[in-house]
């Protein structure tokens, strides 16, 4: 890239065949190019080309020089038919008119050979390397014929034109005449000559950079004080990690250049570029103690301090190069930027505001001024920024990254989503993903959609395997899957790494307990008593563990304790009722229930409860009602209307017992145990019929019911079916034997 000032100017063009107005044009579009605005640029070429008769006769490489800068332009900004176009345009034009320049023909020529390889157009590239291969027999070395473009073509040019040149030579393996090509552009002695095209080297292949050094080293023996020689033999030797032997030329470059600003300034980029900062800094200032106002030294120094972290000294550097050149717009970004890492938001958009100023264009700037209003809190202010960053660069992953963070801070959870996928998307390698994975994971897991979240957490914990609030959820993950297992090894490695968290410990003991290992379950439950001391919780859990071993004595006593720490919950007294139930102490259990009642009046399934110890100590009417409580909310529970028909059956209300009995039935038509009490409620009302029915029902399903079978057989005896009633007698002779004496008595007599 050829340097070009940076001057914000904007006039209007108006074409002159006069040489002077040709030559003020192309310095207009260099200003315009410069800035970033390559339409602007693009126009005012065309339109100076637009009438090739008005350019001066005597100066026919004017117009090919404008034609290359336009071949350029289409290049970088992705016309590249047009700039094919153009490349052969100029190369026809300099076989027709300067045909003697062939060295000036294999420079464009090498042009269209590096646009037809992005193109990845293999004959047109065969067809360009042949022709490349005649030219680069031209053996002259006389450049004279340049003298009259030196006043068209600022020599800087002529110094990429000979690197260029070079490169070309290298191509086709003739690494002599590279290397005269090398030095010829080194050796352009201008103001404003930039050397970065030495960091071409760092692209060519091993091969390429011994021949090319073999062929420097033939040029050192000849002249070993030869400022270019030095330089890129030190250059060709950081490469190649020799770094005794970079030392030794670059100190012998410096021996006899040790004053070129230029050069110092390369070597100090080439040091920052091989991210050695410090020394690139040193050589910054070394420059600048001859040059003060050097402006790419000032802006390098500034740079280093940045990466050493150095932000306030950085920012003072940058503070005086804007006093030398105030259109420096990199030098406002960079203000910005380092005052967003020393967190002064304000200055930060300030400056960052004066850099879109003069390049209106760049999506950095939005996007630290984005981030910048996000620190604060100004997020309207912040997506308004990010979402042009975006409209300028739709691949800027970073600036998802930043609005995702600011979706998910304003509960915006979908679009945060969203941006997220995005950030990642765009840019996968980035070291923010680590942040957008755990955000991902913990958004998802916060709406239980436990699948999705599962990726973004085990990402997560691949790079950062200690990271304890994320093994948490993961673990918490696991139990929502009923995966107990991985839960269980996840929690221990938890305890690993917070040296047995109490909580971790409770947690573990939960699972122990869902999946059944009730034992293992007491063990962590009695060792966090130890340690801890007592805990309503750690009672309460106990004593729900030790009930569902059948350890009543051991769940009593703990739910008493729980209760005595405090936890006088409902769930604590239900649970304590039911536990005296299970030990048939049905007076402590009615006491139990009636506490949870009295904190949860509307609690059916203590209703429930209350009507079948009522119902076991004889108080049937009680039973009842609660059991009835109980159905207003569930009508159709078996059970509840069952025991309803019992407890009308043990008053003697055997038309009710009936509705109940018939009821229960309904619901479900599999338990024999109601149809024998429907039976037996008929049979009190003296309908045999209807007894006989629902008792042989009864018998069909329990085969091994001998009480069914039992009356079943008396009411075939009332009915005179006595063959039946003898068959009933066999079936019972196996079940039941003093059933079967009784029944042989009955149909005998």
Do not use: W
């Amino acid at each position: 890239m050829k340097t070009l000032a940076a001057i914000i100017l904007i006039v209007s063009f108006i074409f002159s065949a006069s040489k002077e107005m040709i030559l003020s044009d192309i310095s207009l579009a260099e200003n315009r190019q410069a800035i970033g605005d390559y339409s602007q640029s693009i126009g005012i070429l065309e339109s100076t080309i637009s009438e090739n008769s008005t350019l001066p006769d005597d100066y026919p490489l004017i117009y090919i020089d404008i034609v290359i800068r336009l071949a350029d332009l289409y290049y970088q900004t992705g016309n590249e038919k047009k700039s094919e176009q153009l490349y052969i345009r100029a190369s026809l034009k300099y076989e027709d008119i300067i045909a003697q320049n062939e060295k000036e023909l294999i420079n464009y020529t090498n042009k269209l050979k590096n646009l037809y390889i992005n193109l990845n157009d293999t004959n047109k590239i065969s067809i360009v390397d042949s022709k490349l291969e005649l030219l680069s027999e031209v053996q002259s070395t006389d450049f004279s014929y340049l003298a009259e473009k030196d006043s068209i073509i600022q020599m800087q040019d002529r110094a990429y034109d000979f690197f260029n040149l070079g490169y070309t030579y290298m191509g086709i393996a003739q690494y002599r005449k590279a290397v005269d090509n090398f030095i010829a552009a080194f050796n352009f002695k201008t103001d404003n000559i930039n050397y970065s095209f030495v960091d071409s080297f760092f692209e060519l292949d091993s091969v390429q950079v011994e021949k090319l050094i073999s062929s420097f080293n033939d040029t050192f023996e000849s002249d070993s004080s030869n400022a270019a020689t030095n330089f890129y033999l030190s250059t060709l030797y950081n490469k190649v990690n020799e770094f005794e032997k970079f030392n030794y030329h670059i100190n012998l470059f410096f021996d006899s250049d040790g004053l070129d600003k230029r050069a110092l300034n390369l070597y100090a980029d080439h040091l920052f570029n091989r991210g050695k900062y410090l020394d690139a800094l040193f050589n910054y200032r070394k420059l600048l103690l001859i040059d003060r106002s050097y402006v790419e030294a000032l802006h390098g120094s500034s740079r280093s301090l940045f990466k050493l972290n150095e932000f306030e000294d950085g920012i003072a550097v940058l503070m005086e190069l804007i006093q030398i050149d105030s259109y420096f717009y990199q030098a406002y970004f960079d203000i910005g930027y380092g005052y967003l890492q020393l967190d002064r938001f304000e200055e930060s958009i300030k400056y960052l505001t004066q850099s879109l100023m003069l390049n209106p264009e760049d999506e950095q700037s939005y996007h630290y001024i984005g981030k910048s209003y996000y620190s604060l809190g100004k997020m309207n202010q912040s997506i308004e920024a990010l979402t042009k960053s975006i409209e300028l660069n739709p691949k800027y992953g970073e600036s998802f990254y930043i609005l995702g963070k600011i979706y998910e801070s304003i509960i915006n959870i979908e679009n945060a989503i969203e941006s997220y996928k995005v950030a990642q998307k765009l840019e996968p390698d980035h070291h923010y993903n680590l942040d957008v994975n755990q955000s991902l994971g913990m958004l998802y897991f916060n709406q239980e959609e436990y699948f999705k979240a599962m990726d973004y957490v085990r990402n997560y914990i691949i790079e950062e395997p200690d990271n304890i609030e994320m093994l948490e959820v993961l673990a918490k993950i696991f139990v929502e899957q009923d995966r107990y297992n991985e839960a269980i090894d996840t929690y221990d490695r938890l305890l690993d790494l917070s040296n047995d968290n109490i909580a971790y410990l409770y947690e573990t003991g939960k699972i122990y307990k869902e999946v059944g290992r009730n034992q293992e379950a007491i063990k962590i439950y009695e060792y966090l008593l130890f340690v801890d001391g007592e805990s309503d919780v750690l009672f309460n859990e106990l004593a729900v563990l030790y009930s569902l071993e059948g350890q009543y004595d051991a769940s009593i006593e703990n739910f008493h304790r729980s209760i005595d720490c405090g936890m006088m919950t409902t769930d604590t007294y239900y649970s304590l009722g039911k536990a005296y139930g299970n030990q048939k102490r049905y007076m402590q259990a009615l006491l139990a229930f009636d506490s949870a009642e009295k904190l949860s009046p509307f609690d059916m399934k203590i209703k429930y409860q209350l009507g079948v110890v009522y119902q076991k100590i004889g108080n049937y009417q009680l039973s009842t009602n609660y059991l009835q409580q109980f159905m207003v909310q569930y009508t159709n529970d078996f059970l509840a209307n069952f025991m309803i028909g019992e407890n009308y059956m043990n008053i003697e209300d055997y038309e009710n017992a009936i509705m109940f009995f018939e009821k229960a039935n309904e619901i479900s038509e599999n338990n024999y145990k109601s149809y024998y009490l429907l039976g037996r409620s008929y049979l009190q009302l003296d309908d045999i019929e209807n007894a006989a029915v629902n008792i042989k029902i009864s018998t069909r399903l329990n085969q091994d019911y001998g009480q069914s079978h039992f009356e079943l057989a008396k009411l075939y005896v009332r009915m005179n079916k006595i063959n039946e009633a003898s068959k009933l007698a066999n079936h019972l002779y196996m079940l039941d034997r003093d059933l079967f004496f009784e029944i042989e008595k009955y149909i005998n007599n």
